[in-house]
Each structure stands twice: as C-alpha cells, then as structure tokens.
C-alpha cells in the first residue's frame, strides 16, 4: 500500500521559513520522480516544485523561484519542500505526489500516480 504522508505545516508570519516534509512508503522512493502542488481555496491546483531522480533535477514555478527549494533523501524516503521568504499568496494546502511515468510534464497534476492527504501551509502579513 502505497502512502505520501506530509508534515511541517503551519501559521507562520510573512517572511520566514517553514520545512514540509513529505514521507513515502509502498514504493522504491528513487524510481519516483517527487511534485509538490498547492491549492488556495476557491483556486485550482497547481504546481510548485519537481524533483526527479535523474541528476537531482529540480523544477520550480515561477511564482515560487529563488524562495522555495525541493530535495529529497533517498535513505528517508522522504521529499521536502524549504520555503523560505514565504508570502501570505503561499497560503494553501500543500500536496505531494510521486510519479513512476518518467514524464517530462512535471507541472501536470495529472501525470502523477500518488497523492498525500496535504498539509495546510497559513502565511499572515
């Protein structure tokens, strides 16, 4: 049975840090490539951050560029997201997901295979 469960969420104040980890379990963790998405209320869901096994390449919106930083431990399993200077527009609930497709359209929601349950991230001005 394949799990993502994410952790590290929080209220924290315009300008500082927050870590979100994401833990998985159920599958080879380096045969995954790693998404972070967000969703604001009332928004749609979208794409944040990539990371894919391949070199340790990393994707970002551009929303969240030179802020934001993917990573990964394979000994963990565990994906995380740092969030550093955040914005009260970061507010939302964070997911990640894990793909096995090898796809080059990392900021599809779609092209993932798994979900985690998402952690809400509330940033305040």
């Known amino acids: 049975q394949v799990q993502l469960v994410e952790s590290g969420g929080g209220l924290v104040q315009a300008g500082e840090s927050l870590r979100l980890s994401c833990a998985a379990s159920?599958?080879?963790?380096?045969?995954?490539?790693m998404g972070w998405f967000r969703q604001a209320p009332g928004k749609e869901r979208e794409f944040v951050a990539a990371?894919?096994?391949?070199?340790?390449?990393?994707y970002y919106a551009d929303s969240v560029k030179g802020r934001f930083t993917i990573s990964a431990d394979n000994a963990k399993n565990t994906v995380y997201l740092q969030m550093n200077s955040v914005k009260p527009e970061d507010t939302a609930v964070y997911y990640c997901?894990?793909?096995?497709?090898?796809?080059?359209?990392?900021?599809?929601?779609?092209?993932?295979?798994?979900w985690g349950q998402g952690t809400q991230v509330t940033v305040s001005s």
């Open positions: 159920g599958i080879t963790f380096s045969t995954y490539d």
């Open positions: 990371f894919t096994w391949g070199g340790g390449t990393t």
């Open positions: 997901a894990a793909t096995f497709r090898g796809t080059h359209y990392l900021s599809r929601s779609s092209e993932y295979d798994y």
